[in-house]
């Protein structure tokens, strides 16, 4: 933010409501409002209300992409790779091309810069697109691309393709213009074979922090490729004109695939428009335009007419993006009191063909220690690339972490939430965990075992960790027209978590409306560039900016209706939809009538999110890194069955932050999803590869397995109000961290019932046997 | 999918006539191209598991022959001796609140209500739940070209094979069957009635229906083109009759089970197993009837140790593959607690 911006001091309430408030004074710019009261002094912020869009979603009225149909719409498909490594030895698409209805065919993979003939990486991988009348033209013409292969050797999981004498995927001057790029991801590491890295990180002297540790734990954790299962494909509508470009797209950011279109394809941001209504999930998968999405754009400006391409279940499974597997070695060394001394975390990680499968800062961040040491390295395989998926690497990282920190406090003696008090310094999560332990009743946890007969039942938590993102290019538009509607306007996509729901009670708190009188148009380029669905941050960017708009709105009119009563504004109030004058009560006017004293038909304001009031921790480009990350503790209680290595979660207890809370009933519902996300990664869901063939032997819903509704958990979600006096509605995301600790927790609680800790995901039937009976036991 | 012709079958026998192929020998047929079966034309019931493998390219009739409306495959109807009588297009979810059933054949009954999901028993038979084609992920990928679908290699065996047979799993094919009900009916000693084109009817017994890759490597039962299932038989309830089903999953639902266990006892008045018949799922390529564990059942008196003992008598033949030894205890487990349920019962 510009420092010159003329600014005041305010007075703002920090703290965790329920343990009492302070104030603070900070420095906040002039135009934005004066501070929001805490929760239980407002009307509709900080009330559950039903989401905007239910009744549509539920009677069917919502208009997702795959809903789209424009005139003389083509339809396409994608031709892929049945080998995983090969070269092209001839591409034809003579026939295709000629096949009645096909309308243009395009190849995605070119010839290498030196001219020799291109590869092809993974089962899957596209290599050319057909658009055509119908689908079924589409795919028949699929069937006629005439293609020749020289197989390659292929190495498809971790532990092959680390091997000294396997084939690799990339030779060293390839690795940097590698197209695919996962998350996290750092840039210019070293290759060697199939390994890239290390991504280092070392603070003070790890040898010195293990030399003075009176207990060390060390582990090596493995965790699986697990696909994001959106229920709306990736799926896209594009439509070339001469002078602009229209495409509808189920994604997590409008205004970012606008920026990417235009850079793709040389166009002016201003001819791009990009329109998203009804999202069904992304999960970190749909951040960006694609090659699915150029894909499209490339056929309607070669067919001249709109093509539409939509992902079937079994190339969503097999090429949408995935979360990178991992293997970590992790080594924690601890004083007696419990203090940390040491923790040295190795990990490798393949994300595929792609770049970037770390696994996150949580272990170097979550706990004070002196001496840290963190190397991450990617494994390249012949698989399809690794995209960001919900609490990218920490999710991951979470699971090691938190059960080597748990056997941490066994060899200590400490009870878990006890030792997590010493090493701990969040006083956020210091009080998760007090809130927590008491509603699940931690105090009556027993040693592993403890219960006999062949089901056994054992508690366990774990900690999450997530930086608070914010998007600084995020921006919000508040009209009132004359006749006394409000609208709302941004290019904020709703990809399933409710953002519009946000949006109406924000502006309708500032403004003294109700809810349901404010009209919320997102999802759509024209409007002012909104924040992404993802990293947590969408509620964090783009409510401050809303409720400045609709303070500033609101200034507007009171100054209209103050010179039509020849009064100052400064002595007008609106409440439930009255305007009226604060030393004549009786002079009073509703709402439609104050919008009627505009000179104008419409005002408008438009405002960008402005800098956290006590600034970032960082910034860089878009986007910032709030002072304070965000925390959450969960609390599992399981059942194992010994006999059957089933485990049954029983119980959740989900303590998070996420600022100020604006709609409890959402917050419950993403916090639901996190955590159903987690017992489905924790217990099923697993990418199959065959290894022979490549081919991913799960690409549908009956064979990739995850969690249903039959047989889930009681979830009890306690959402802290947690006022940091940081922006005009302190509000954060919770999307990422509710779903960072489940599998930890879970793995933490199977160790309490059992005795056996189970270091590698998922935790299914066969795991818990071979660990509990060693392989071919014959007797029950 | 390909675009299909639709025809409503005018009986049971017309259906038969116009039938050219049965779904397994239409799959058979494909030998890895598209052009080859194209002609087919196929019987199609409920249609659960016959439109996911025209979806997934595995099967593309030209037409489809509609018998699901037919009348005189409905029903379940209580026979003059005692039996019951339930129509081949009866569903799964009719079948699951059934009283009659309910009382006199809980295996069943219980393997029914643990089939599937909710929406798919309203709408899946029971005779397509017996000819369902198995799971094996390798017969349902288009990309291989298995020994099952008539090609030349299965890809099981050197493969992931974490779902596939432990028992009569050498003979060239792996997959287990995937009928959970199937398990309960071989345990009661079900019949199944078919009617063929020319009007002939006959009448199996469960014991002969199923089929081995030893016998036959392409088919998982002795039906074939122009037959089709026009009632299943289950023999008169006695007093002395004991039934109970079990089945483990990773899932709780929706999901085909790793292992899942029917018993049949006839308990005489002085507690002792008159007839023992101890069916396993999700083991073999068929309902595999553990004849080891029946030997120790049969002529006892049903108490944990031998309940005990037969299950890991059962277990002892087993020959795991690469990636399926954890099967071993899960049944053997499943065995010893389904024995309790059926003995324990009333």
Same mark, same amino acid.
């Given at each position: 933010? !510009? ?146 292969? #020289? ?5 498809? #999981? ?247 920190? !748990? ?13 997590? !008090? ?210 959450? +503790? ?81 979830? !009890?979600?306690? +959402? ?61 | ?7 409503? @079958? ?233 039934? @109970? ?79 399926? @030894? ?21």
């Amino acid at each position: 933010m !510009d420092n010159n911006t003329p600014k005041r001091d305010e007075l703002l309430s920090v703290g965790m409501a329920h343990l009492g408030l302070k104030k603070v004074t900070r420095e906040i710019p002039d135009d934005e409002p004066p501070a929001l009261p805490p929760n239980a002094g407002l009307n509709f912020i900080g009330r559950s209300s039903p989401r905007w869009d239910a009744v549509d979603k539920v009677t069917g009225a919502a208009c997702y992409t795959v809903d789209v149909q424009l005139p003389g719409m083509l339809f396409a498909a994608v031709m892929r790779s049945p080998l995983p490594h090969a070269r092209i030895r001839s591409l034809d698409l003579v026939a295709a091309r000629n096949f009645p209805g096909v309308r243009a065919a395009v190849t995605l993979i070119e010839a290498l810069s030196d001219g020799s003939a291109p590869a092809v990486l993974y089962v899957g991988q596209p290599i050319a697109a057909i658009a055509a009348e119908t689908l079924d033209a589409a795919e028949a013409a699929i069937q006629l691309i005439g293609i020749e292969f #020289d197989p390659l050797p292929f190495a498809v #999981d971790l532990d092959s393709a680390m091997k000294p004498d396997a084939s690799v995927v990339y030779q060293k001057n390839e690795v940097a213009h590698i197209p695919f790029i996962g998350f996290p991801f750092v840039g210019e590491l070293p290759l060697e074979g199939n390994v890239r890295g290390p991504n280092k990180m070392v603070q003070g002297n790890i040898n010195d922090g293990f030399s003075s540790a009176d207990f060390i734990v060390e582990e090596t954790f493995s965790t699986q490729v697990q696909t994001h299962c959106c229920m709306e494909p990736h799926a896209i509508v594009a439509d070339w004109h001469e002078d602009r470009l229209d495409v509808w797209m189920s994604t997590q950011f409008t205004a970012g695939v606008r920026a990417q279109l235009a850079a793709t394809f040389r166009l002016p941001l201003s001819r791009v428009r990009v329109r998203a209504q009804a999202i069904g999930g992304g999960f970190g998968s749909k951040s960006q335009l694609g090659q699915y999405g150029k894909t499209a754009v490339m056929l309607s400006r070669m067919a001249k007419a709109p093509v539409r391409l939509v992902y079937r279940r079994d190339e969503e499974q097999m090429d949408s993006g995935n979360r990178p597997s991992s293997r970590q070695h992790l080594r924690i060394g601890a004083s007696r009191d419990g203090k940390l001394t040491a923790i040295s975390l190795h990990a490798w990680g393949s994300a595929g063909v792609a770049q970037g499968a770390g696994v996150g800062n949580i272990a170097m961040a979550l706990y004070v220690c002196p001496n840290l040491e963190s190397l991450q390295y990617d494994v390249f395989t012949n698989t399809s690339p690794s995209t960001a998926m919900r609490g990218p690497g920490n999710t991951q990282g979470a699971f090691a972490l938190e059960q080597s920190i !748990d056997a941490l406090a066994e060899k200590l003696s400490f009870d878990p939430v006890a030792l997590r !008090d010493v090493i701990d310094l969040s006083p956020v999560r210091r009080e998760e965990r007090r809130l927590g332990a008491l509603k699940m009743g931690w105090a009556q946890r027993k040693s592993p075992g403890f219960d006999s007969g062949p089901v056994k039942r054992g508690l366990g938590m774990a900690q999450s960790l997530w930086p608070t993102n914010i998007q600084l290019n995020a921006a919000c538009e508040v009209r009132l027209w004359r006749d006394g509607k409000v609208e709302v306007l941004s290019s904020v996509q709703d990809i399933g978590t409710g953002v519009g729901t946000l949006l109406k009670q924000v502006v309708a708190e500032e403004l003294g409306l109700r809810p349901e009188a404010i009209e919320i148009r997102i999802g759509d380029t024209e409007f002012p560039s909104g924040p992404p669905s993802y990293g947590s941050r969408t509620s964090a960017s783009i409510t401050p900016p809303a409720r400045s708009a609709a303070w500033q709105i609101k200034n507007a009119l009171l100054q209209s209706v103050a010179s039509h009563w020849r009064l100052d504004p400064q002595q007008l109030t609106i409440q439930d939809s009255w305007i009226q004058s604060a030393d004549n009560p009786s002079q009073r006017m509703s709402w439609q009538e104050a919008a009627s004293t505009l000179r104008t038909d419409r005002i408008s304001v438009v405002t960008g999110r402005s800098d956290d009031y006590a600034g970032f921790r960082s910034s860089h480009g878009d986007a910032a890194i709030a002072l304070n990350d965000l925390g959450g +503790v969960q609390f599992v209680s399981v059942a194992v069955d010994t006999q059957t290595g089933v485990i049954h979660v029983e119980r959740v207890v989900a303590v998070h932050d996420c600022g100020r809370p604006i709609n409890p009933l959402q917050i419950e519902s993403q916090i639901h999803g996190g955590i159903l996300m987690g017992i489905s990664y924790a217990l099923l869901e697993e990418r199959i590869i065959d290894p022979h063939t490549g081919w991913m032997l799960n690409p549908n819903f009956i064979d990739y397995k995850f969690a249903g509704p039959s047989g889930l958990p009681q979830i !009890d979600v306690m +959402v802290l109000e947690n006022y940091q006096g940081f922006s005009a509605t302190d509000a954060y995301g919770v999307a990422e961290p509710a779903n960072i600790a489940t599998a930890a927790a879970i793995a933490n609680a199977v160790y309490n019932a059992i005795g056996i800790r189970i270091n590698t995901l998922p935790m299914t039937p066969a795991r818990i046997l071979q660990a509990l009976h060693g392989a071919d036991r014959r007797t029950c | 999918m390909e675009a299909f012709e639709w025809q409503q @079958a005018a009986s049971p026998e017309n259906a038969a006539s116009l039938a050219t192929h049965t779904t397994t020998e239409a799959m058979l047929s494909a030998q890895g191209t598209r052009a080859a079966f194209t002609q087919a034309m196929l019987i199609k019931a409920g249609g659960v598991d016959l439109i996911g493998l025209m979806k997934d390219g595995l099967v593309s009739p030209v037409r489809l022959i509609d018998i699901n409306h037919l009348p005189e495959l409905q029903g379940i109807s209580e026979n003059a001796g005692g039996g019951f009588t339930i129509g081949a297009l009866t569903t799964l979810a009719q079948i699951a609140t059934h009283a009659g059933l309910m009382k006199h054949y809980p295996a069943f009954v219980q393997a029914v209500t643990t089939a599937a999901s909710p929406q798919i028993r309203n709408r899946a038979t029971l005779a397509g739940n017996l000819l369902q084609r198995p799971r094996c992920w390798y017969l349902r990928s288009a990309a291989h070209h298995c020994l099952r679908k008539g090609g030349e290699h299965c890809f099981a065996y050197a493969g992931d094979n974490r779902y596939h047979a432990i028992l009569a799993n050498h003979d060239g094919c792996a997959i287990v069957h995937p009928s959970t009900p199937a398990t309960a009916l071989l345990a009661l000693q079900a019949q199944i009635e078919s009617v063929s084109a020319n009007g002939v009817q006959r009448v199996i017994s469960i014991d002969d229906f199923f089929v081995l890759p030893s016998i036959d490597l392409h088919h998982e039962n002795v039906l074939r083109t122009g037959e089709l299932i026009t009632a299943i038989n289950l023999p008169a309830p006695h007093h002395t009759h004991r039934s @109970a089903y079990l089945q483990l999953g990773e899932k709780t639902a929706f999901d085909w089970p790793l292992a899942a266990v029917a018993v049949f006892f006839a308990i005489d008045d002085k507690g002792i197993c008159q007839q023992t018949r101890i069916v396993l799922g999700g083991a073999a390529p068929t309902p595999w009837r553990a004849r080891e564990a029946e030997r120790i059942i049969e002529g006892s008196k049903i108490d944990q140790n031998n309940a005990r003992s037969a299950a890991e008598a059962a277990i002892a033949v087993a020959t795991p593959l690469s990636g399926n @030894a954890y099967k071993l205890p899960l049944l053997c487990t499943l065995i010893n607690r389904t024995i309790m349920k059926a003995a324990t019962s009333e």
